[in-house]
């Protein structure tokens, strides 16, 4: 689970980490109100959760009411598309804060590393621009250390890292106390990413975290309540927040095939096999081992509840789950709540001859099946694309 | 022969007294995996269908000669119980449950490593050696004992990619699911490595996803260690970036971990890809059979 910007700057702020003071606006007024507590200069700036803000026009600086307003109204309500083409996300709350006199940046980040198994601290003089292009423009001006798994990071090894990124003395000792709470703040808090750039230097001197980029491990939350609340907010997508709340694993794509599997794996490949098939699809939704019409019912409203969607395709391998009771879980559901789309059901490992008499003998118009994912695939693509004319 | 289990495991399951974990330890007993002991702290003395229950696995060790521990237990616990297994004399333990906090696994494995106890898992659905043992969820009536060795981070699609097999006439060594989660005990190197060294197993099929970087270590550590034949199958072409994708770890970080890098690794080094899990199921019958 990714946090917002003040978010994170809050999670921050409880482990003793030095940010900007600032207020979160969600209207234009709430903005102005909240810059003018904070007197002027103040940065306004998006929320949303994706890097190069600044570059989209979503972070101004506001000297005055009339600026702070004019850039609160049209921050709100933008659309900002990430660097590696996430998105787009609309604007919908801000965060004023107050505006800090850059004398140097630099980045800072602990991530957690997958391949070494270890949480990898990296510190560089060069901040405000993002890590590849600081690793690819000067690689050695970027400094990368494991940690210990055992020890932790040290405040010699800390000390170690700021001296070889070339932080000046005057600010060495801060920016090492500030790596070792990044450190306790990625393990305390479960965060498998903290990145914060830029960790600036203010006209008195001080650092201070100035962005802040937080990836909380969501099979963690039950043990962080106050960060699972904020788990909600950040979702803007209507189906992707219904799912939520229904407790299915889905992710919002752009096409127009709803798509259910069970498996994440077989749910992704049957992805890839409709969009060799020459289809977009809509969704991913994993049912996992759900075959009772419940279950169902739910995934078929959250893929539904997308207006795009015009056909929907159901890839089920049949492991320890009974094809038979997928199928009657099917042919239940779509009772229940009056699916007219196309639907098509690919049927197979354990009890599938059953399954597909059943759905044979269910007299539902829209029900066509298959026994394998190509041939569902195929068969998908051509009933998506039949519903234009 | 296998690799991992076979019929020398004597399991002893970890949350056997719970709803999934009696299913399942059950049905891999029915299966003719040697099930010695369940462990429940608290309910040590009591039986599940005849298997004995003890307080510790430490303790189901020295009374039942168990060296396999199978953990079914609730995420929140499951770390602490694989630490319990890693110190109680077993040689392997397999974890089914999903949804362990990363930094808990983050100690675990370490200290697996350090100990020299093999980790399968966790969020995987065990291992499969054919006509020997079943330790963890795989329906086994998809695989029949055979050539051709299986290492996948998932389930549904390993057994998408057995029953293709089945069907073609071919059958597998062993079946090894590693998980789906940013940190597991046993990468694709570790399983690899193994069936290299297991004279039953004549081919490898690889079925990996998005995220991390594993199958294209894998990728390298093939070109430079694996003399077998191995396919491959990758899924995830169409996940965009940022959004996890059922699995923890299946994930497209920036750019990095996208399916597509992985197939061009694994191809650079002479591993063919399947486009379907029905294409990789044929390319290892043809590989197979060509060889």
Redesign the interface.
Known sequence: MDLLEYQGKELFSRHGLPVPAGSHAATPEEAVKAAEALGYPVAIKAQVLIGGRGKAGGIKIASDATEAQEHADAIIGMDITGPHGEGPFRVGELWVEVGTEIAAEFYASVILDRSEKKLLVMLSRMGGMDVEAIAESDPEALVKRHVDPIDGLTADAAAEIVAQAGIPGEYADQTATILLKLVDVAMAEDATLIEVNPLAVDSAGKVIALDSKVTIDGNALFRHPELEELAGDADGDPQEAMAREKGLTYVKLDGDIGILGNGAGLCMSTLDVVAQAGGSPANFLDAGGGSKAEAIIDALEVITSDPKVKAILFNIFGGITRCDEVARGIIEATGKIGLDLPLVVRLDGTNSEEGLALLADSGLGNLHYETTMLGAANKVVELASGSDS | MSIIIDETTKLVVSGLTGREGSFHGLRNRDYGTDLVAGVTPGKGGQEVEGVPVFDSIAESVAETGANTSMIFVP??FAAASIDEAIDSGVRTVIAITE?????DM??T??KAREKGVRLIGPNCPGILSPGKANVG???A??FDPGRIGVV?????????IG?ELKQAGEGNSSIVGIG?D??VGSDFIDILTLFEQDPDTDLIVM?G??????EE?AAEFIAAEISKPVVA?I????????????????IIS??SGT?QAKKEALEAKGVKVG????EAAALAVETLNAG
């Open positions: 995420a929140r949804g362990i906090p990363v930094m983050l100690g494995y370490w969820i795989i329906p009536q998809f996948s981070k998932s389930g549904t699609l390993t057994y998408q029953n789906g940013p940190i079925v996803e998005i995220g991390g970087d594993a270590r199958y899924a995830g072409f169409t996940a965009p970036p940022g959004k996890q994708m059922g699995h923890a770890g299946a920036g750019s399916a486009e379907s899990p029905t």
